[in-house]
């Protein structure tokens, strides 16, 4: 923490002041917050303060109200955006072995094939199905792929779509597989080519906002991974039952490695293949 994002004396929240605060951000986000994130919250509040001149809580949150622009910023700020090239790749080992062959089972050639990463992040993760399936499924120019990214995080989304990583991101991946993706090195990160920028589709959705999750149509399949875990129950069962409504009948939803739907009342069915456990919207009869 540095002095300009350090809470100026006496201007810390109240106690009451920091439920309002983490309020807000959980109408907004579906992110629980409390007493226990206290200091972590408090680093944000106090960028904003700075980053817009406010000297008191009160005032700030009296802001929150009226910029959408400034409410906007403060979500980004407490998104969790850690990801990288390649992560779980296992799960994109059971999209092409198992849960592609039986989607596209039910197509013919040629027919659409919807993907959607939600929450995206900066694009690592809608980006690595994009080349694991290049890579590793034969029947990928078969069938018209849509690949579709989503985050509540717009500064995230901007850092997607110019597709630009460093080395941490790149790590997992193949050094001959980065060589056919990303251009050459420049300042220390690389960007990925853009016939594969071009591939994948990026845009602002909210997994606890219905509107904003239907207006991205319905998929085959859904990578929500590693979010579920920062949401309570009542933001859990809001998200589960609007990633049930996103999915085509048939379609599969892939969580994070501790993440699970067992104890949550939804409508999905748990599925148990050679190299993951995923959840499925049940076929219409």
């Given at each position: 923490m540095?002095?300009?994002?350090?809470?100026?004396?006496?201007?810390?929240?109240s106690a009451e002041e920091l439920t309002r605060l983490c309020d807000f951000i959980y109408r907004r986000s579906g992110i629980a917050y409390g007493e226990g994130k206290r200091g972590y919250i408090e680093r944000r509040l106090a960028q904003g303060m700075h980053r817009t001149g406010t000297a008191s809580v009160a005032t700030y949150l009296?802001?929150?109200?009226?910029s959408p622009a400034e409410a906007e910023r403060l979500v980004n700020s407490v998104t969790v955006n850690e990801t990288y090239f390649y992560r779980e790749e296992y799960q994109l080992r059971c999209l092409g072995r198992a849960i592609l062959p039986e989607i596209v089972a039910r197509r013919g050639p040629g027919d659409r094939v919807r993907l959607w990463s939600i929450p995206c992040s900066t694009g690592e993760e809608p980006y690595s199905i994009a080349i694991w399936l290049l890579e590793n499924w034969a029947l990928v120019d078969a069938y018209n792929i849509e690949i579709v990214g989503s985050d509540i995080d717009s500064g995230a989304l901007a850092a997607a779509l110019?597709?630009?990583?460093?080395?941490?991101?790149?790590?997992?991946l193949p050094l001959a597989v980065a060589e056919r993706y990303f251009e050459a090195p420049l300042a220390g990160r690389r960007q990925i080519i853009r016939d594969l920028r071009e591939s994948v589709s990026f845009t602002p959705?909210?997994?606890?906002?219905?509107?904003?999750?239907?207006?991205?149509?319905?998929?085959?399949?859904?990578?929500?991974?590693?979010?579920?875990i920062y949401f309570d129950d009542a933001s859990q069962r809001l998200a589960t039952r609007h990633l049930f409504e996103a999915l085509l009948p048939g379609g599969f939803l892939c969580l994070g490695h501790s993440e699970s739907l067992g104890r949550l009342p939804t409508g999905f069915a748990q599925r148990r293949f050679e190299d993951a456990v995923v959840y499925q919207r049940p076929a219409a009869a």
């Amino acid at each position: 923490m540095n002095e300009a994002t350090a809470p100026a004396p006496g201007t810390a929240p109240s106690a009451e002041e920091l439920t309002r605060l983490c309020d807000f951000i959980y109408r907004r986000s579906g992110i629980a917050y409390g007493e226990g994130k206290r200091g972590y919250i408090e680093r944000r509040l106090a960028q904003g303060m700075h980053r817009t001149g406010t000297a008191s809580v009160a005032t700030y949150l009296a802001l929150l109200r009226l910029s959408p622009a400034e409410a906007e910023r403060l979500v980004n700020s407490v998104t969790v955006n850690e990801t990288y090239f390649y992560r779980e790749e296992y799960q994109l080992r059971c999209l092409g072995r198992a849960i592609l062959p039986e989607i596209v089972a039910r197509r013919g050639p040629g027919d659409r094939v919807r993907l959607w990463s939600i929450p995206c992040s900066t694009g690592e993760e809608p980006y690595s199905i994009a080349i694991w399936l290049l890579e590793n499924w034969a029947l990928v120019d078969a069938y018209n792929i849509e690949i579709v990214g989503s985050d509540i995080d717009s500064g995230a989304l901007a850092a997607a779509l110019e597709g630009r990583y460093g080395d941490r991101s790149l790590a997992r991946l193949p050094l001959a597989v980065a060589e056919r993706y990303f251009e050459a090195p420049l300042a220390g990160r690389r960007q990925i080519i853009r016939d594969l920028r071009e591939s994948v589709s990026f845009t602002p959705a909210n997994l606890v906002d219905a509107a904003s999750m239907a207006a991205q149509g319905r998929f085959d399949v859904v990578f929500c991974r590693n979010v579920l875990i920062y949401f309570d129950d009542a933001s859990q069962r809001l998200a589960t039952r609007h990633l049930f409504e996103a999915l085509l009948p048939g379609g599969f939803l892939c969580l994070g490695h501790s993440e699970s739907l067992g104890r949550l009342p939804t409508g999905f069915a748990q599925r148990r293949f050679e190299d993951a456990v995923v959840y499925q919207r049940p076929a219409a009869a």
